[in-house]
């Protein structure tokens, strides 16, 4: 499943890129916050804040992905349903800049409206290092914005959960039947012995509405065998889902 840019910027989204030889390390300062916005129906634009704390000028620059699921996971489109302004900056040491992301379209409208959703793409971009040994490292944010539709607010996720058995593997299905996204982070599972097994201890990810989304877990078949309860953090509240595994077929 291709889940690289199912990560917002706390968790893991950031990739490191190696772009010299040598036996050190830079570390680049570029800091993204926040690390979601969320634009009511009635907003036309938000902002987020790109700052340097590194030691060297930092490059960077922002790039708008359409972000919807389907049975292959995530999928990412180039789009201009959002502009960047600006979308490419230069941060001195210290520096920070407020980056402006303003809607163009109108939002999601109608009676079965739901959230849309969208990803940004902020690159840190390599500079000449001027012949200094060593590492150079990279970073890469993906951060979500969520358009509220126009009207009712939308309906809050309503999610269904399963448990699949595919041999020694056990996979998790969600499917989110409500109309605003779940974030899904901290998940661990409580047999009918009472053993706590955690899954995950951070984020996994995020299912949008009308979508169903999957995970191979890391545990084993025979941590979920007996039955139990799986715990987890939804949207940041915590939410527990008696659970038992069904196979892989249903």
Same mark, same amino acid.
């Given at each position: 499943?291709?889940?690289?840019?199912?990560?917002?910027?706390?968790?893991?989204?950031?990739?490191?890129?190696? #772009?010299?030889?040598?036996?050190?390390?830079?570390?680049?300062?570029?800091? !993204? @916050?926040?690390?979601?916005?969320? #634009?009511? &129906?009635?907003? +036309? /634009?938000?902002?987020?804040?790109?700052?340097?704390?590194?030691?060297?000028?930092?490059?960077? %620059?922002?790039?708008?992905?359409? *972000?919807?699921?389907?049975?292959?996971?995530?999928?990412?489109?180039?789009?201009?349903?959002?502009?960047?302004?600006?979308?490419?900056?230069?941060?001195?040491?210290?520096?920070?800049?407020?980056?402006?992301?303003?809607?163009?379209?109108?939002?999601?409208?109608?009676?079965?409206?739901?959230?849309? /959703?969208?990803?940004? /793409?902020?690159?840190?971009?390599?500079?000449? &290092?001027?012949?200094?040994?060593?590492?150079?490292?990279? #970073?890469?944010?993906?951060?979500? !914005?969520?358009? %509220?539709? &126009?009207?009712?607010?939308?309906?809050?996720?309503?999610?269904? *959960?399963?448990?699949?058995?595919?041999?020694?593997?056990?996979?998790?299905?969600?499917? +989110?039947?409500?109309?605003?996204?779940?974030?899904? =982070?901290?998940?661990?599972?409580?047999?009918?012995?009472?053993?706590?097994?955690?899954?995950?201890?951070?984020?996994?990810?995020?299912?949008?509405?009308?979508?169903?989304?999957? *995970?191979?877990?890391?545990?084993?078949?025979?941590?979920? @065998? =007996?039955?139990?309860?799986?715990?987890?953090?939804?949207?940041?509240?915590?939410? &527990?889902?008696?659970?038992?595994?069904?196979?892989?077929?249903?």
């Amino acid at each position: 499943m291709r889940s690289a840019w199912l990560r917002d910027a706390l968790c893991s989204g950031l990739l490191v890129s190696l #772009l010299a030889a040598g036996g050190s390390a830079d570390a680049s300062g570029l800091q !993204v @916050a926040p690390t979601t916005l969320n #634009l009511k &129906a009635s907003q +036309n /634009a938000d902002g987020l804040w790109l700052s340097n704390t590194g030691d060297s000028v930092v490059h960077a %620059q922002v790039r708008v992905f359409h *972000w919807t699921q389907d049975a292959q996971g995530d999928r990412l489109t180039a789009s201009r349903g959002l502009v960047i302004s600006p979308p490419m900056l230069q941060l001195a040491v210290g520096e920070r800049q407020l980056v402006r992301v303003i809607r163009m379209g109108a939002p999601p409208n109608g009676g079965s409206a739901v959230e849309d /959703a969208y990803r940004l /793409a902020i690159d840190e971009l390599p500079v000449d &290092a001027q012949g200094k040994p060593g590492l150079q490292f990279v #970073l890469h944010y993906s951060l979500p !914005v969520f358009i %509220q539709p &126009a009207g009712a607010t939308a309906a809050p996720a309503q999610l269904e *959960w399963s448990l699949l058995r595919d041999g020694d593997h056990v996979m998790l299905r969600v499917t +989110n039947h409500g109309g605003s996204h779940a974030q899904l =982070a901290g998940l661990s599972y409580i047999d009918t012995m009472g053993r706590r097994t955690d899954i995950t201890p951070g984020l996994l990810g995020y299912v949008l509405p009308d979508a169903t989304m999957r *995970w191979m877990l890391k545990p084993s078949a025979a941590v979920f @065998a =007996a039955g139990g309860i799986l715990e987890a953090m939804v949207n940041g509240e915590k939410a &527990a889902q008696n659970l038992s595994l069904v196979d892989r077929s249903h």
